[in-house]
């Protein structure tokens, strides 16, 4: 097994107007992939990276030629997007899991994936090493940047949003871990994903609020990847975060976390993201800890009264 340190670097449309959103919104365009290898005893073995030239958005947005330093001439050096990737895959090797730094890179990469309809059979097992900093090392349950946490464990830094420089960072920081011990807690496997971001029945709904959503039969129902069976989800709790989780199961045990996500529509309302998860340790721990806020809340409202 390969641990693919992995970071990329996307642009971005410059403005709304220029906002693809067909299938899906889709707004950030990779023009960068930068990975380090790792083998099964977790010591850095190769190094990768490649510069990929836009399909979607071919001017750079002004903010990320600053951020990465990669300019519009850069750009004429690099490749499509399925050639990067296809030699990206082959310098995985066969088996491989990738690690972010963040729970962003990944979804990024899929939606990118779908823009080209390419495949996500090659998305496997992913794990978020700054969710593992942050609940391993600083015992706290929040981000920590990729800057702060190498400045909080005095580690010289390479200049950041560089997408292989970032990877060599973050891998300084998995050296300071027992990623061993903590890897099965903290996989992430997503489920149904092609499904719900470019065809979900949902999609193009526009929900007054997100209790209204939890209302919709297709927000809450999905099919097990597994055994096939249709699942309805009824347990939904507010994330704190903005989102809403939910927790749902098939007749065969297998469980799942939901994330439901909303953005501003055309008029009023909200339109729904969802993005469904294997539940692991670390995703059920989530879902619990918001349980026990809003239970809290409850209890408190109810002492007020």
């Given at each position: 097994?390969?641990?693919?340190?992995?970071?990329?670097?996307w642009?971005?449309?410059?403005?709304?107007?220029?906002?693809?959103q067909?299938?899906?919104?889709?707004?950030?365009?990779?023009?960068?992939?930068?990975?380090?290898?790792?083998?099964?005893?977790?010591?850095?073995?190769?190094?990768?990276?490649?510069?990929?030239?836009?399909?979607?958005?071919?001017?750079l947005?002004?903010?990320?030629?600053?951020?990465?330093?990669?300019?519009?001439?850069?750009?004429?050096?690099?490749?499509?997007?399925?050639?990067?990737?296809?030699?990206?895959?082959?310098?995985?090797?066969?088996?491989?899991?990738?690690?972010?730094?963040?729970?962003?890179?990944?979804?990024?990469?899929?939606?990118?994936?779908?823009?080209?309809?390419?495949?996500?059979?090659?998305?496997?097992?992913?794990y978020?090493?700054?969710?593992?900093?942050?609940?391993?090392?600083?015992?706290?349950?929040?981000?920590?940047?990729?800057?702060?946490?190498?400045?909080?464990?005095?580690?010289?830094?390479?200049?950041?949003?560089?997408?292989?420089?970032?990877?060599?960072?973050?891998?300084?920081?998995?050296?300071?871990?027992?990623?061993?011990?903590?890897?099965?807690?903290?996989?992430?496997?997503?489920?149904?994903?092609?499904?719900?971001?470019?065809?979900?029945?949902?999609?193009?709904?526009?929900?007054?609020?997100?209790?209204?959503?939890l209302?919709?039969?297709?927000?809450?129902?999905?099919s097990?990847?597994?055994?096939?069976?249709?699942?309805?989800?009824?347990?939904?709790?507010?994330?704190?975060?903005?989102k809403?989780?939910?927790?749902?199961?098939?007749?065969?045990?297998?469980?799942?976390?939901?994330?439901?996500?909303?953005?501003?529509?055309?008029?009023?309302?909200?339109?729904?993201?969802?993005?469904?998860?294997?539940?692991?340790?670390?995703?059920?721990?989530?879902?619990?800890?918001?349980?026990?806020?809003?239970?809290?809340?409850?209890?408190?409202?109810?002492?007020?009264?």
């Open positions: 097994m390969n641990y693919i340190v992995l970071d990329l670097e642009n971005q449309p410059r403005s709304a107007a220029e906002l693809i067909t299938p899906f919104a889709f707004d950030s365009e990779i023009i960068e992939i930068g990975a380090v290898k790792l083998n099964e005893r977790f010591e850095a073995v190769d190094e990768f990276k490649i510069l990929i030239s836009p399909t979607f958005y071919t001017v947005n002004g903010r990320v030629s600053r951020l990465t330093r990669i300019y519009k001439g850069m750009l004429k050096t690099g490749v499509p997007f399925p050639q990067a990737y296809r030699e990206f895959l082959t310098w995985c090797g066969e088996e491989y899991a990738f690690l972010t730094w963040g729970p962003t890179d990944i979804p990024v990469l899929m939606d990118n994936l779908l823009m080209h309809r390419m495949s996500l059979d090659s998305v496997r097992e992913c978020d090493l700054q969710r593992m900093f942050g609940n391993e090392i600083l015992r706290e349950n929040r981000q920590c940047s990729l800057e702060n946490a190498m400045k909080l464990l005095r580690f010289p830094m390479e200049r950041g949003h560089d997408a292989l420089n970032d990877a060599k960072n973050t891998v300084r920081i998995a050296g300071f871990m027992d990623l061993e011990k903590y890897m099965e807690e903290y996989v992430t496997i997503y489920v149904n994903y092609e499904e719900d971001r470019a065809g979900a029945a949902f999609a193009e709904k526009e929900f007054s609020n997100m209790t209204q959503a209302k919709d039969p297709d927000v809450v129902s999905f097990c990847p597994y055994c096939g069976a249709d699942i309805v989800c009824e347990e939904f709790v507010p994330s704190g975060t903005g809403t989780l939910g927790y749902a199961s098939c007749p065969e045990e297998d469980e799942f976390l939901l994330r439901l996500s909303g953005f501003p529509a055309a008029e009023k309302g909200i339109h729904v993201r969802r993005m469904i998860f294997e539940m692991s340790d670390d995703l059920w721990d989530i879902y619990q800890t918001a349980v026990e806020r809003r239970d809290e809340k409850l209890r408190e409202k109810q002492g007020m009264e």
